[in-house]
């Protein structure tokens, strides 16, 4: 007779994440649901839950997705999740419990970038379906679809005053557009092969472009023309970033290192080295003192801006890297991996714990719904 081998918390969550995206506590929610499961395995259930809501661990790690993170972001406010992944869809996540606020269905290859606006009320994607999308996100309707790529669209970016939305494309080219109208405004060539990151200046008056041809270009918004060549990389450059006061420029690169750039004189300031594989994604604290970069060894590290010496390595994930985030305020970071995972970190690298404090009612009610599942097993 062959033994029934109990899942393991992570299993369990592959499982249950199989329909979508759903926590312990989704779980048991939905009773319908819940009572799929034989006994044994309802205990593992409520356990699990019982110690995420009690003990306030909740860990955005700790939701699995039906395929790999591949972009995420925060919103203004830092209340709100947007995470894109290659189940074609974007989703919008509740960050303190983690809830699924909306899913934004739409589009028909995996979704690679999403941003929010500045003021939070849209969100924008980029697929390899070769569009991008805007969408309401109190709603989670979809408003406009930019048309107009001929091949993947790999990046996008909001204007910091919210009027103009960027895209970066296989095809060697970057687009502005208008979002009230969802309309091009203008087209950025000047790469020889696919732009795979972009970005706005703070002040909205230049471009920033990564590109698997190895550079990085400056651009002039109003014009649309080049202004600046960023040169050094030995491999593709995937990601880019503004510092917030906008006077030095991030890229990262396939060629394992970070490099830090004079925004205005296009000079090479730092070279971040010790990442063992593809540097994924890079970002800027809000305060500007500190990097963060994501690639794919599984690590993200954080970097001291002044001096190029590295703080922290973040370690957890079991896959490469695909997108790192600060949260408004500084204190927390955000990862998407190929795990199918993204995590929430503290800016010392330990897992974040962000559920509101435990009350007595809530632990009460815990009890009293679940305890005889939760009671300890005879021997």
């Not at 092969?193 to 550079?215: E, H, N, Q, R």
């Not at 001291?304 to 695909?322: A, N, Y």
């Amino acid at each position: 007779m062959k033994k029934l081998l109990l899942p393991t918390a992570t299993q369990l969550f592959i499982l249950v994440s199989s329909i979508g995206i759903i926590s312990p506590l989704e779980c048991m929610s939905n009773e319908n649901l819940f009572e799929m499961f034989p006994p044994e395995i309802k205990r593992h259930i409520a356990d699990f839950a019982l110690e995420s809501s009690l003990n306030y661990n909740f860990d955005v790690s700790r939701i699995l997705f039906t395929g790999p993170v591949i972009s995420v972001a925060f919103s203004p406010d830092g209340t709100i999740l947007l995470i894109g992944g290659y189940d074609n869809t974007a989703r919008l996540l509740d960050v303190k419990t983690g809830q699924q606020l909306h899913i934004l269905k739409g589009h028909k290859d995996q979704v690679h970038s999403v941003a929010f606006s500045p003021d939070g009320t849209t969100a924008l994607t980029g697929s390899f379906d070769k569009t991008a999308r805007l969408w309401d996100v109190k709603t989670g309707q979809p408003l406009h679809i930019l048309k107009g790529h001929t091949e993947v669209v790999y990046s996008v970016a909001f204007s910091p005053d919210g009027t103009t939305a960027l895209t970066g494309s296989g095809h060697r080219t970057a687009r502005l557009w208008d979002i009230k109208t969802g309309q091009p405004l203008k087209e950025l060539e000047g790469h020889t092969i696919a732009i795979y990151a972009v970005a706005f200046s703070p002040d909205g008056t230049t471009v920033l472009t990564g590109s698997l041809d190895k550079t990085a270009f400056l651009w002039d918004v109003k014009k649309g023309q080049p202004l600046k060549e960023l040169k050094g990389h030995t491999g593709a450059v995937y990601s880019v970033a503004f510092s917030p006061d906008g006077k030095t420029v991030l890229t990262g690169s396939e060629d394992n290192t970070a490099r830090l750039w004079d925004a205005v004189t296009g000079k090479q300031l730092l070279t971040l080295k010790g990442h063992a594989g593809s540097i994924r994604s890079v970002a800027f604290s809000p305060d500007g003192t500190t990097i963060l970069t994501g690639d794919g060894d599984n690590t993200a590290r954080l970097w001291d801006v002044k001096t190029g010496k590295e703080l922290h390595i973040l370690e957890g994930h079991t896959s490469g890297i695909t997108s790192v985030a600060f949260s408004p305020d500084g204190t927390t970071i955000l990862t998407g991996s190929y795990d199918d995972t993204a995590r929430l970190w503290s800016r010392s690298g330990e897992a974040s714990a962000v559920l509101p404090e435990r009350t007595k009612a809530a632990e009460e009610l815990y009890l009293k719904k679940f305890g005889q599942l939760l009671a300890p097993k005879k021997a």
